[in-house]
């Protein structure tokens, strides 16, 4: 099967005065039609700058400094300016981190979702886009009379599906949820779940889900990769991650993870996450980690395949020399 | 001694404003009744999904809105009506922590704006000296370095150190109530166990009452002593949290702890049917508020359930359960350990 995503060594700095920060170092994964891929890893890890990155939109002082992105037979990085504007939602679409949040409120639905479709087609008539939004707010199990409302008329729930329902305006191949149920609850959650998932499906595309939930990756990822300080640490089947992660940050990770059986321990991963300002040498987990080696405080880990096709970056694993 | 805190029968509706009308509106909160002491400082829980009040209750409690009827009440008096030192210790020892991070900050300003202010506000320091030792112990208590995050500006911080920021400007001011809406929803699961380290121990060490407001039960069973779960602003189930969680009663709080999504391949999601979304639904006004949704509904749920007891520590508004004992609703606190 040719994948329909293809990343490879994709890397992001950002200039600040303080210094120059990598925010995203050197990542690279496949990804093939049908898949859902959880992208899961600490706060400020680079999870989000990774999506931008992906669709082109990191803004200074940030810079893509390397790297490409896939899409069916199309390489992004080498698009110029209007042909990655058509490519957003026709190929590849983000739902951003807090885009609830972000719909205009005094805008109706309906206007915001045409404003989409307008940067794309030059000239299909109103009727047309009309038709195309309300079919999309229909394929989210939204009403179509949604079309003629303002955001404040909505709940929580329903503005996150007109959110996707944006994203899939033009059918893209790659879908990118940045958490799309942080702010919902649990009921809501499951139910933009289950429509994220029929979406899916119809449009037969790859989604990758960020986000730092490791249950709902659980309920609903096909495999999981956890990134570090800018990079994939671990890349696995979530049935591996979840009965035999490898790279210590995942097993942390796994472990911090709350259950019924044990009430009142909250067992966080020891240590603070470095700043990318402040790297320290070698592996960058190596200060927090329970298995350092000489090695881990000078070598930079490659990310290798293992038995089974995942991948890990720890020194654990590689052949010494 | 008066309480700490107390909510008496408050109810607060929303009034939706048309071009020619004021409808009756939404009643975001229903009728509650509650009480804070301060010798016992506690975690308590409050739970229910999107829209069922918890902010509603939150701003109550800080005095951004005001109830439409009943009273809230701080060491005796109404929150409503404090002046000047009385209002000041209010807004001190009451401190909040909301929901989103990306709403609270002003994007002009650095983080250190944001932590000085209140420094300076209620004149927590001697000197500039001081001002940063104590924004420096905040920042390292909720796991930030302060060096890199001092001089930033929102924009150039992630959301969990956002949220984060929020809850070491909480921390400065050393409340006693601390109402945190949502703490922790948009941090990452091993940070959520630090924040929420943080808050319990804010507990235990310096006595400060926690009302943790989620629609996330796994952390509020890890978190808190008791739970009330609101639906539709009105209270469904309460009682001691480990009852509540592992055995819970009135349908609807099943339907939400069935709704987790376990870290755990062999715990599938939600075996039961989720019957419609609840802003579909029109008010039921009257009848219980679960009536539309709950598969054991009855022409009895026409009238509104009072609260049955499961157990000195567990009650649920529920027929299902009229067989058992009542409880007054102004007794709610009863049904809470501390
Ligand atoms: N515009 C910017 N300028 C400078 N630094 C930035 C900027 N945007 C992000 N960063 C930094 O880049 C790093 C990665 O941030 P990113 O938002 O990708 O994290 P994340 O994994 O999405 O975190 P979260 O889970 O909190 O959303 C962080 O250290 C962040 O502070
Ligand atoms: N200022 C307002 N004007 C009108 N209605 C309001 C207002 N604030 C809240 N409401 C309504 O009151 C109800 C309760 O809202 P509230 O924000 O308290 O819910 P919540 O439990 O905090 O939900 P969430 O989990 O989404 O944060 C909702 O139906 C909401 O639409
Ligand atoms: S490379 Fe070394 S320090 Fe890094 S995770 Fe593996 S064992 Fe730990
Ligand atoms: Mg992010
Ligand atoms: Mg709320």
């Not at chain 2, 002003?106 to 506000?121: A, E, G, M, Q």
């Not at chain 2, 109530?177 to 319990?200: C, H, K, Q, W, Y």
């Not at chain 2, 007891?309 to 067989?323: T, W």
Request: charged share 20%.
């Amino acid at each position: 099967m040719e994948p329909v995503l293809r990343i490879n060594n994709l890397q992001v700095t950002y200039y600040t005065d303080a210094g120059r920060a990598r925010a995203l170092d050197g990542v690279s994964l496949t990804l093939n039609a049908g898949e859902k891929l959880g992208l899961v890893g600490e706060s400020g890890s680079g999870k989000s700058t990774m999506a931008l990155a992906m669709m082109h939109m990191i803004k200074p002082p940030g810079r893509i400094e390397e790297g490409q992105v896939i899409v069916g037979d199309t390489d992004l990085t080498t698009l110029t300016k209007e042909e990655m504007l058509k490519a957003r939602l026709e190929k590849i679409t983000y739902i951003p981190q807090g885009a609830m949040n972000s719909l205009n409120p005094v805008m109706r639905i309906g206007a915001q979702m045409v404003d989409a479709i307008k940067a794309h087609y030059k000239s299909p008539s109103k009727a047309e886009m009309a038709e195309m939004s309300m079919d999309s707010l229909e394929s989210v199990d939204l009403d179509r009379s949604v079309f003629k409302m303002y955001p404040h008329e909505l709940s929580g729930g329903m503005k996150q599906r007109v959110c996707i329902a944006i994203g899939i305006l033009l059918k893209p191949q790659v879908i990118i949820a940045d958490e799309p149920t942080s702010a919902l609850d649990v009921v809501t959650q499951r139910q933009v779940m289950e429509t994220i998932d029929r979406v899916q499906e119809t449009l037969g595309a790859a989604i990758i889900l960020i986000g730092h939930d490791m249950g709902l990756m659980a309920q609903f990822v096909d495999k999981v990769a956890v990134m570090y300080t800018g990079r994939l640490m671990e890349l696995s089947t979530v049935r591996e991650m979840f009965t035999n992660p490898q790279h210590p940050y995942a097993q942390a990770l796994i472990s911090s993870l709350p259950s019924l059986d044990n009430k009142g321990v909250f067992q966080g991963i020891p240590g603070l996450a470095p700043a990318l300002l402040r790297l320290p040498s070698g592996c960058a987990f190596h200060p927090r980690c329970q298995h350092t080696t000489e090695i881990c405080t000078t070598m930079l880990p490659r990310l290798e395949q293992m038995e089974g096709g995942r991948m890990v970056a720890c020194h654990l694993y590689t052949e010494q020399v | 001694m008066p309480e700490l805190l107390e909510f008496r029968n408050v109810t607060k509706t929303f009034f939706r404003r048309g071009w020619f009308t004021t409808q009756p509106g939404t009643t975001a909160l229903n009728n509650l009744s509650l009480k804070v002491n301060e010798s016992n400082s506690t975690i308590l829980t409050v739970a229910g999904e999107s829209g069922s009040g918890k902010t509603t209750l939150a701003m109550l409690l800080l005095g951004f809105i005001t109830p439409t009827s009943g009273q809230i009440l701080y060491r005796g008096k109404d929150i409503n009506s404090l002046k000047g030192a009385e209002r000041m210790i209010f807004r001190r020892e009451v401190q909040a922590v909301f929901q989103d991070p990306f709403a609270v900050f002003n994007p002009f300003y650095h983080v250190d704006h944001l932590l000085s202010v209140p420094i300076k506000r209620f004149k927590l320091a001697h000197s500039k000296k001081e001002m940063r030792e104590k924004m420096f112990e905040a920042l390292s208590a909720v796991g930030l370095h302060p060096q890199d995050i001092l001089g930033r500006f929102p924009h150039q911080l992630s959301g969990g150190q956002r949220q984060r920021i929020n809850v070491a400007r909480a921390l400065l001011l050393r409340p006693k109530i601390l109402v945190a809406d949502e703490p922790v929803s948009m941090v990452d699961a091993s940070l959520r166990a630090n924040i929420l380290e943080v808050l319990s121990s804010l507990k235990k060490d310096y006595g400060v009452t926690i009302i943790y407001i989620t629609h996330d039960l796994t952390t509020a069973y890890h978190i808190s002593k008791s739970i009330i779960v609101l639906y539709r602003g009105t209270v469904m189930e309460a009682g001691d949290v480990d009852t509540v969680i592992n055995a819970p009663q009135h349908p609807y709080t099943r339907l939400l702890i069935d709704s987790i999504p376990w870290p755990d391949l062999n715990r599938r999601w939600g075996e039961t049917e989720i019957k419609a979304e609840e802003a579909e639904l029109g008010e039921n006004n009257g009848g219980c508020k679960f009536l539309s949704r709950c598969p054991f509904a009855t022409k009895k749920c026409k009238t509104p359930p009072p609260l049955y007891l499961m157990s000195d520590l567990q009650a649920a508004s529920c027929y299902l359960f009229d067989q058992n004992a009542q409880i007054e609703s102004e007794r709610l606190s009863e049904l809470l350990p501390v």
